[in-house]
């Protein structure tokens, strides 16, 4: 309704008090009547959201951030590294840039290398980079997973991929149609791109540095698949889960 209006979305409580007029109701309506018709999900509509406390503009060519792994960024990664040695992270699979541009403003001495395959993501990305004037120190790369950074080691390497299999693809509801299919979509199981992921992570690691990937509810699979890795998942205030930290010495 704030977006529809034209009003700022700050908490404000003394604008629920405000009265709406006959054209600011209609607005409301299209925008809800789109909602519930074509089940566009409301941040496709508003081209608005909020990720680690920060706004970022998201349209189709981006899925919309919704990962718990802001909670962790939010936190600086403590307590399991010391933020203050943080300088190099790597983003893969950065999708509309939420997670690079919130590590650059949390961790403000570290350069943050975003990757994704898909150069449409790398614009959307490109347009939140500019807004929170982080561009000195977030690089934009297109890569396929760690092609395109031979020889580069981080002390974070940070990743949301694709890890949705191919039956709960077609079993999805309509909202996630609308979303990139690069950015869901990881083949038959789910695990392609968290199989690359981590049979590369170690060779980009620095000694003491640490892997974070989320794989959602593909967490069974994860483990079943990778018995012999000492998975340390992760727990969210916020909820959600299907987060794992591995250390380089694990990794290894
Ligand atoms: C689940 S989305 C995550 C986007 C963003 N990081 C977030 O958390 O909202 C996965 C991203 O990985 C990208 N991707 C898919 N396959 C890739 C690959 N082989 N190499 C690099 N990125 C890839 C997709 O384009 C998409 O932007």
């Not at 600086?76 to 950065?94: E, K, Q, Y």
């Not at 977030?138 to 981080?154: I, K, N, Q």
């Not at 789910?190 to 000694?207: P, Q």
């Amino acid at each position: 309704m704030l977006h529809a209006l034209g009003l700022p979305h700050r908490g404000d409580r003394a604008i629920y008090a405000r009265r709406v007029g006959s054209r600011g109701i209609q607005r409301v309506d299209e925008l809800i009547g789109r909602r519930i018709k074509e089940r566009i999900p409301a941040v496709y509509l508003t081209g608005e959201t909020w990720f680690a406390g920060l706004p970022f503009q998201v349209d189709r060519r981006a899925l919309i951030p919704r990962s718990p792994i802001a909670e962790l960024i939010e936190r600086r990664f403590a307590p399991w590294i010391d933020p203050r040695g943080v300088r190099r992270i790597l983003d893969i699979g950065t999708g509309s840039g939420c997670i690079a541009v919130a590590c650059a403003k949390a961790l403000p001495r570290a350069r943050v290398d975003a990757v994704d395959i898909s150069p449409e993501a790398l614009e959307v990305a490109a347009i939140n980079v500019r807004r929170h004037r982080v561009g000195s120190r977030v690089s934009l790369v297109r890569s396929d997973h760690f092609s395109a950074l031979s020889g580069e080691r981080y002390d974070i390497i940070v990743a949301n991929p694709p890890y949705v299999g191919r039956r709960e693809m077609s079993g999805l509801p309509p909202e996630y149609r609308h979303e990139p299919r690069l950015a869901l979509a990881a083949g038959r199981d789910g695990l392609d791109s968290v199989r690359v992921i981590l049979r590369e992570a170690g060779e980009h690691l620095r000694a003491r540095g640490l892997l974070i990937v989320e794989v959602g509810n593909t967490e069974t699979a994860v483990r079943r698949a990778f018995r012999h890795l000492p998975f340390l998942w992760l727990e969210f205030e916020r909820g959600g889960g299907g987060v794992f930290l591995l250390t380089a010495d694990q990794l290894r």
